[in-house]
């Protein structure tokens, strides 16, 4: 997201919405421009849930593209990032999120062939 795009008077909210219908709509490099501005806006500990959430949403773009060892990489990057706002944060099921990614990517990575993206990973959000 370039500066010109970032605009700091957008909540938080609505980003982290937009980003989470966008994850679960298939549209992964979307996403990620939309959790970045909850990255960019947010303060101190939250920026860290923000970055979590780029990378979720990367790992999968990766993974459309056949790039699974950046996939992995970014994989292990969301679980290092999220893993301090468990089990939930702004209204993200993080441990759902977590748990569903796992056998996901691992699955993707020993058989990219077979991945079947009706079943990928979903944000759950309460509002």
Known sequence: MSEE???PSRPIEEALAEGVRLFNAGEYEESHEEFEHGWLSSEANDS????????AGI?????QQGQLDGAEK???GMRRYLA????SHRGVDVAALMDEMRPFI??????PQAIDWSGAP???LEV
């Open 74 to 76: 970014l994989h292990a």
């Open 5 to 7: 795009e970032f605009d």
């Open 122 to 124: 979903k944000m759950k």
């Open 48 to 55: 860290e849930f923000f970055k979590g959430l780029v990378q």
């Open 106 to 111: 691992k699955g993707a990575c020993e058989q």
């Open 84 to 87: 301090a706002f468990l089990p």
């Open 59 to 63: 790992c999968l773009h990766k993974l």
